[in-house]
């Protein structure tokens, strides 16, 4: 068998396991009205289906205090039953236990901006600065009870168990912490009465429940927080909890709403497991309590790794399992080439923080119907189809076109495929990104594409191939810099600098960037610059950074720019660059600076969609389809995906 451990059977509460994949609670806003919909079902049972042994729902609201969006279940309105148990079989069909996760924001209300959030103590939350009303000892035993009854329901439902959530801030971690808890009544203080809430929710939960229903709890591994739960806190919590003999498994997770939130979501600039330290740790102490590793596990060879080490007893595979659903089954195969890889870059996390319904870069079919079994539908005639350019849109119109039968043929200029995307691999942190394009060629490959790469094209060429349909994949370039006077010197384009056409590996010296991009890739590059010279000036037109980055991971942004010491300008742009001074111009204020001493001046602009080739094709009767930045500058998830339905439709 293919990864031994990882497919092993394992005992968790009075149930089996059929192996150690774990889909942990992870928000898909797919809910309507409250309420369980047709396509968070398929969400559901699409992982089910792929393989994962457990899946726990995204956090179900318990009360009606937590007011949350239309997008999230709500437990405490028993109309929602019928969805709730198609929900337990289109999942538990499948040999999959499906885990309720019961949840409570307490005082992080993000949602509502009239009704009162209620918490711990009066502090404010850390990410919105919301003031709680602070609950009362009969409010208090009012949520234990709405935790139960809710736990009931799901029972009732089909649902083979619950999780308490109690990580990432929210009412339980609340109560937990040192630095959010400052009561002085039987529910704050000392450890003993800080661990009392989450006692009493496991004693209600099983008094309702009996001891045949799943009940784990996800718990702060370590919180990020000055005086907060660090790892000797968070195994002094578990031991106390662990004691009273009800749980049947513990996830470990990290971070929480404020500025530490980078570590609930580790993007690609931590190392794959950051935080198993911290579940190894926990797990020895465990006397026998399954632990769940919760945190970039990111393949299946590595939650082999974490199993067979005795790191943790389940693996959670949220953002991987996002990207694949059949990951599991792939993997026990022995099919590892044909997943499509997770790169962490986030982007579902910024989508669901935006209140959109989850979306994934390199999964098109997310949350649609048959998920797992999707294909490219065959063709009713074979085509022949020339692609031009060989970025990620164009590698993927070429690969699914191809495996619909079409004959293709895709014209790159450069030798190397990737396009913008190989670019930004290049820079400190961002070199996952090369697995989308590697996949994309592995497909490609499969299929029979054809390859003529360093070729520039044009229409005598392409009309030469004698297509049936061009897919026009030429991506886009960077706009001059519109700000500059007349008798400025010009300054250098980011992307130049990242193909180290001019600079090289200079060192030393000031340099000085302008940022009108605001997207991950463009603070990759300062950091790279960070590394190169002694003095690195970041300015941008905005009145932030990283407008273009998932919150999750512009906190990481912030901090690796700090660290390094980068002085960051915010709304300002250059007016003039000449004999080594930079002045700019305050938007809002007019107000002229000038920087001195300034070695090279680079800027990032927005895009403009390289398309001249459209018109020309058009006039001599090629059909033409463009796609990605060529038709419309937008991002890598927007390349992929149009790229997908073009060829969908070809």
Same mark, same amino acid.
């Given at each position: 068998?293919?990864?031994?451990?990882?497919?092993?059977?394992?005992?968790?509460?009075?149930?089996t396991?059929?192996? #150690?994949?774990?889909f942990?609670?992870?928000?898909?806003?797919?809910?309507?009205?409250?309420?369980?919909?047709?396509?968070?079902? *398929?969400?559901?049972?699409?992982?089910a289906?792929?393989?994962?042994?457990?899946?726990?729902?995204e956090?179900?609201?318990?009360?009606?205090?937590?007011?949350?969006?239309?997008?999230?279940?709500?437990?405490?309105d028993r109309?929602?039953?019928?969805?709730?148990?198609?929900l337990a079989?289109?999942?538990?069909?499948?040999?999959?236990?499906?885990i309720?996760?019961?949840?409570?924001v307490?005082r992080?209300?993000?949602?509502?901006s009239?009704a009162?959030p209620?918490?711990?103590?009066?502090q404010?939350?850390a990410?919105?600065?919301?003031?709680?009303?602070?609950?009362?000892v009969?409010?208090?035993r009012?949520?234990?009870?709405?935790?139960a009854?809710?736990?009931?329901?799901?029972?009732?439902?089909?649902?083979?168990?619950v999780?308490?959530?109690?990580?990432?801030?929210?009412?339980?971690?609340?109560?937990l912490?040192?630095?959010?808890?400052?009561?002085?009544?039987?529910?704050?203080?000392?450890?003993?009465?800080?661990?009392?809430?989450?006692?009493?929710?496991?004693?209600?939960v099983?008094a309702?429940?009996?001891?045949?229903?799943?009940?784990?709890l996800?718990?702060?591994?370590?919180?990020?927080?000055?005086?907060?739960?660090?790892?000797?806190?968070a195994?002094?919590?578990?031991?106390?909890?662990?004691?009273?003999?009800?749980?049947?498994?513990?996830?470990?997770?990290?971070?929480?709403?404020?500025?530490?939130?980078?570590?609930?979501?580790?993007?690609m600039?931590?190392?794959?497991?950051?935080?198993? *330290?911290i579940?190894?740790?926990?797990?020895?102490?465990?006397?026998?309590?399954?632990?769940m590793?919760?945190?970039?596990?990111?393949?299946?060879?590595?939650?082999?790794?974490?199993?067979?080490?005795?790191?943790?007893d389940?693996?959670?595979?949220?953002?991987?399992?996002l990207?694949?659903a059949?990951?599991?089954?792939k993997?026990?195969?022995?099919?590892?080439? *044909?997943?499509?890889?997770?790169i962490?870059?986030?982007?579902c996390?910024?989508?669901?923080?935006?209140?959109?319904?989850m979306?994934?870069?390199?999964?098109?079919?997310?949350?649609?119907?048959?998920?797992?079994?999707?294909?490219?539908?065959a063709?009713?005639?074979s085509?022949?189809?020339?692609?031009?350019?060989?970025?990620?849109?164009?590698?993927?119109?070429?690969?699914?076109?191809?495996?619909?039968?079409?004959?293709?043929?895709?014209?790159?200029?450069?030798?190397?495929?990737?396009g913008?995307a190989?670019?930004?691999?290049?820079?400190?942190?961002?070199q996952?990104?090369?697995?989308?394009?590697?996949?994309?060629?592995r497909?490609?490959h499969?299929?029979?594409?054809?390859?003529?790469?360093?070729?520039?094209?044009?229409?005598?060429v392409?009309?030469?191939?004698?297509p049936?349909?061009?897919?026009?994949?030429?991506?886009?370039r960077? #706009?001059p810099?519109?700000?500059?006077?007349?008798?400025?010197?010009?300054?250098?384009?980011?992307?130049?600098?990242?193909?180290?056409?001019?600079?090289g590996?200079?060192?030393?010296?000031?340099v000085?960037?302008?940022?009108?991009?605001?997207?991950?890739a463009?603070?990759?590059?300062?950091e790279?610059l960070?590394?190169?010279?002694?003095?690195?000036?970041?300015?941008?037109?905005?009145?932030?950074?990283?407008?273009?980055?998932?919150h999750?991971?512009?906190?990481?942004?912030?901090? #690796?720019?700090?660290?390094?010491?980068?002085?960051?300008?915010?709304?300002?742009?250059?007016q003039?660059y000449?004999n080594?001074?930079?002045?700019?111009?305050h938007?809002?204020?007019?107000?002229?600076a000038?920087?001195?001493?300034?070695?090279?001046?680079?800027y990032v602009?927005p895009?403009?969609?390289?398309?001249?080739?459209?018109?020309?094709?058009?006039?001599?009767?090629?059909?033409t389809?463009?796609?990605? *930045?060529?038709?419309?500058? #937008?991002?890598?998830?927007?390349?992929?995906?149009?790229?997908?339905?073009?060829?969908?439709?070809?």
């Amino acid at each position: 068998m293919n990864y031994p451990d990882l497919f092993s059977e394992i005992l968790v509460g009075r149930k089996t396991l059929r192996n #150690r994949i774990t889909f942990p609670a992870t928000a898909g806003n797919y809910a309507q009205q409250h309420a369980v919909s047709a396509q968070m079902i *398929d969400y559901y049972e699409a992982r089910a289906q792929g393989g994962a042994a457990m899946i726990v729902t995204e956090g179900l609201m318990v009360h009606e205090s937590s007011m949350p969006p239309p997008t999230i279940v709500t437990l405490y309105d028993r109309q929602h039953l019928d969805g709730l148990q198609r929900l337990a079989a289109a999942v538990e069909t499948h040999g999959c236990r499906l885990i309720g996760q019961l949840w409570h924001v307490g005082r992080q209300q993000l949602w509502n901006s009239v009704a009162s959030p209620v918490g711990v103590s009066d502090q404010p939350d850390a990410f919105s600065g919301i003031v709680p009303h602070v609950l009362s000892v009969s409010e208090i035993r009012q949520l234990v009870d709405s935790y139960a009854t809710s736990a009931r329901l799901l029972q009732q439902a089909g649902f083979s168990g619950v999780e308490l959530h109690g990580a990432h801030g929210y009412l339980i971690t609340q109560f937990l912490s040192p630095s959010t808890n400052t009561r002085d009544d039987d529910y704050g203080g000392d450890l003993e009465r800080r661990t009392r809430f989450v006692r009493e929710l496991m004693a209600a939960v099983r008094a309702a429940c009996g001891d045949d229903f799943i009940l784990g709890l996800k718990a702060p591994g370590t919180d990020g927080v000055a005086a907060g739960i660090d790892p000797d806190e968070a195994e002094r919590i578990f031991e106390r909890v662990r004691s009273c003999g009800q749980l049947d498994y513990v996830a470990f997770s990290q971070g929480t709403f404020g500025r530490s939130l980078e570590d609930h979501t580790p993007d690609m600039h931590y190392p794959p497991g950051p935080f198993l *330290d911290i579940h190894l740790r926990m797990r020895k102490v465990a006397a026998g309590l399954p632990v769940m590793a919760v945190g970039r596990i990111t393949s299946a060879a590595h939650a082999q790794q974490v199993v067979a080490s005795g790191t943790a007893d389940l693996v959670a595979m949220s953002r991987a399992l996002l990207s694949d659903a059949a990951l599991p089954i792939k993997a026990r195969e022995g099919r590892t080439r *044909d997943i499509r890889p997770c790169i962490f870059c986030n982007v579902c996390w910024g989508e669901v923080h935006a209140m959109k319904p989850m979306a994934c870069i390199h999964n098109p079919q997310l949350a649609q119907p048959k998920e797992v079994q999707w294909a490219p539908k065959a063709a009713k005639a074979s085509r022949l189809v020339v692609v031009v350019g060989a970025g990620v849109a164009g590698l993927e119109a070429a690969w699914v076109a191809a495996a619909r039968g079409h004959q293709v043929t895709v014209v790159g200029q450069s030798e190397s495929i990737g396009g913008k995307a190989r670019l930004e691999a290049s820079l400190p942190g961002r070199q996952e990104l090369a697995q989308v394009y590697e996949y994309q060629l592995r497909q490609a490959h499969r299929h029979g594409v054809k390859f003529r790469l360093g070729q520039r094209a044009d229409a005598q060429v392409i009309a030469s191939m004698n297509p049936d349909a061009v897919v026009l994949a030429t991506g886009s370039r960077l #706009r001059p810099l519109g700000t500059l006077e007349a008798q400025s010197e010009p300054g250098i384009d980011l992307r130049a600098w990242i193909q180290g056409k001019v600079l090289g590996t200079s060192g030393g010296g000031s340099v000085v960037l302008f940022d009108d991009d605001q997207t991950s890739a463009t603070y990759a590059a300062v950091e790279q610059l960070a590394q190169r010279f002694s003095q690195v000036t970041l300015l941008t037109s905005r009145m932030q950074l990283a407008r273009m980055v998932p919150h999750v991971s512009a906190l990481g942004v912030y901090r #690796r720019l700090y660290a390094l010491r980068v002085d960051i300008v915010l709304s300002v742009v250059p007016q003039q660059y000449a004999n080594r001074e930079l002045s700019m111009r305050h938007v809002f204020t007019g107000d002229i600076a000038t920087l001195h001493n300034v070695d090279h001046f680079i800027y990032v602009t927005p895009r403009a969609a390289n398309d001249e080739l459209a018109p020309a094709l058009a006039a001599i009767g090629i059909q033409t389809h463009l796609v990605g *930045d060529c038709r419309s500058p #937008r991002t890598l998830m927007a390349a992929i995906h149009e790229g997908q339905r073009i060829a969908n439709e070809l």
